[in-house]
């Protein structure tokens, strides 16, 4: 099937109400488990890469980095049938906004979450009249998650949750295509102290004032099975805590339909790995050693892709 715009995927999702994994990745490996998920589950698939990622595929160089993943991952919706798209996470600098919308990326995000709601929005418009020219459809955030987000960090006492009066504003005069509204979440794999706990009502008002598509940064389950078994073979994550599956099947009754995940498929990989190397300490081919990661990270996705309703949605 082919290699499709985001836009199609979450504007299905948005009217069906069902959530989509917005999937990370850094190279091939996560990339054939994740379209190996999505087959095995009749899912849509979105992919997404942030600045970090592309400067890293493409040694520093990001027109390279972005032209890189587009060719990975328009070669595997080619030979597959699943829609398939390519995303831009958290883009906060023009020039590598710009390199994936040359490359092909089917959707961007324009991150300026962190600057007051008019600069938010007078960069949000800017980067949205240029992609919707060329036909690639944008995010945006409104708000702050707590903790670290692509290298900026955001004390805690700083951050602010989405104004749903605000969101409305914003999507009406940006014309911006999906919307990530902080509620409660943050990056990483040390979410909550305590219980996990996310403002739903302030989801409900903003899904209400503004109808989009809404996305949920910071998703990450971390599931206590995978920190377990990690643990087991010699990874310290004392005190790591995710949002617990029943809470993103709620955020998805309440208008999430694009679900960003990385740390899981981190985890999940780093567990498999740390596993076999403990198990087979002569190996050394590659594509052996990976194998149990990469079937680790597939598993959890598989999961989090009925959990969400998006399996048979292909
Ligand atoms: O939201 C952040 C993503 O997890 C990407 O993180 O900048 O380490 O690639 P990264
Ligand atoms: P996690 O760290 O919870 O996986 O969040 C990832 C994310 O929001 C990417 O934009
Ligand atoms: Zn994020």
Known sequence: ????????????????????????????????????????????????????????????DAQRGARIFVDM??????????????????????????????????SV????SEHPFEENLEKTRRIVEIAHSVGVSVEAELGQLVGIEDNVDVKEEEATLVDP?????????SDVDFLAPAIGTSHGAFKFKGEARLDFDRLRAVKDSTGIPLVLHGASSVPDEIVKLAEEHGADF?????????????TVQ??????NTDTDLRMA?????????????????????????KEYVKNLIRERMRILGCSGKA
């Open 1 to 60: 099937m082919p290699y499709v715009n985001t836009k199609t995927l979450l504007d299905k999702a948005n009217k069906e109400n069902y959530g989509i994994p917005a999937l990370n990745i850094n190279n091939l490996e996560f990339l054939q488990s994740i379209i190996d998920a999505g087959k095995e589950e009749k899912s849509p698939v979105i992919i997404e890469t942030s600045e970090g990622a592309i400067k890293y595929a493409g040694s520093g």
């Open 73 to 106: 991952v328009r070669a595997y919706a080619d030979s597959v049938d699943i829609p398939v798209s390519l995303h831009l996470d958290h883009g906060k600098t023009f020039v590598i906004i710009m390199a994936a919308i040359k490359a092909g990326y089917g």
């Open 109 to 112: 995000m324009i991150d300026a």
């Open 165 to 173: 009066e605000e969101a409305r504003q914003f999507v009406d005069e």
């Open 238 to 250: 004392k005190g790591a805590k995710g949002v617990p599956s029943e809470i993103l099947k709620q």
């Open 254 to 259: 309440f208008g999430i339909n694009k679900v």
């Open 269 to 293: 990989f780093i567990a498999g790995l740390r596993e076999t190397l403990a198990e087979t300490p002569a190996e050394f081919d590659p594509r052996k050693y990976f194998k149990k990661p």
